[in-house]
């Protein structure tokens, strides 16, 4: 089974903190996707990477930026957080063999900017 | 610009009722098509998916969905719903061409009455 692990469940941050969310996977999916989830907005794509070191924005990528130096990791960062920020941010990754394959999810971390 | 639309919020269903969850999208191209459910606590799990073939693909759990191409459509299904069907299920749709790119409907809240 695929297993995609985000290393925190649960922040809480202060409005301007700098915040590293970790997500790592087990698969050696060469995909991994950073979603932002908020109630009655569904899920909305903020970055992926199709490659070590390689990016590209989704939907939503203002106030964040991302890392991929490792293949099997994927890091969201907010320079500084702001309170719209506030959110359950979800990880996925996706095989590169199969254009039918489904997005695989982490459990999800629950950021609050205060 | 694409988008996914589920009619229904919040359902709220007596176990052994019948389920149907409706899922529009807009886009004129193929596509492959997705429902994904996420249990209280848990992280968003596949339900089924449709790519290619016969347009009624059965799932995990007793769930079916029905791909209508003509009327951009592709409800989720369950004869009889039970207590542990409790959940938010999401609808995405893949263009196929493109690759990395899914779109997530808003999602709908199932709640069952034991």
């Known amino acids: 089974d695929v297993k995609v692990t985000q290393s925190s469940r649960y922040l809480v941050k202060r409005t301007g903190e700098k915040v590293f969310l970790e997500c790592v996977q087990d698969?050696?999916?060469?995909?991994m996707f950073w979603y932002r989830q908020d109630p009655g907005l569904g899920l909305r794509l903020i970055y992926f990477?199709?490659?070590?070191?390689?990016?590209e924005k989704g939907d939503i990528p203002e106030g964040y930026s991302v890392s991929r130096e490792k293949k099997e990791r994927f890091s969201l960062i907010l320079e500084s957080a702001s309170t719209n920020q506030t959110s359950m941010y979800l990880c996925?990754?996706?095989?590169?063999?199969?254009?039918?394959?489904?997005?695989?999810f982490g459990e999800g971390s629950r950021l609050t900017v205060l | 610009a694409q988008s996914v639309s589920q009619h229904n919020h919040h359902v709220i269903l007596s176990e052994a009722a019948s389920l149907e969850l409706g899922c529009n999208y807009s886009?004129?191209?193929?596509?492959?098509l997705f429902w994904y459910v996420q249990y209280p606590g848990q992280h968003l799990q596949l339900l089924l998916k449709?790519?290619?073939?016969?347009?009624l693909v059965k799932g995990i759990k007793g769930f079916e969905a029905e791909f209508i191409k003509s009327k951009f459509s592709f409800n989720l299904r369950k004869p009889s719903v039970q207590w542990s069907d409790t959940a938010e299920y999401f609808c995405?749709?893949?263009?196929?061409?493109?690759?990395?790119?899914?779109?997530f409907g808003s999602g709908t809240k199932l709640n069952v009455k034991p």
């Open positions: 996925a990754s996706r095989d590169d063999l199969f254009a039918t394959g489904e997005l695989f």
């Open positions: 698969m050696d999916h060469e995909n």
């Open positions: 995405a749709v893949h263009p196929k061409d493109n690759f990395n790119k899914f779109y």
């Open positions: 449709y790519f290619s073939g016969d347009p």
């Open positions: 886009y004129g191209g193929t596509v492959n």
């Open positions: 990477s199709y490659d070590v070191k390689m990016k």
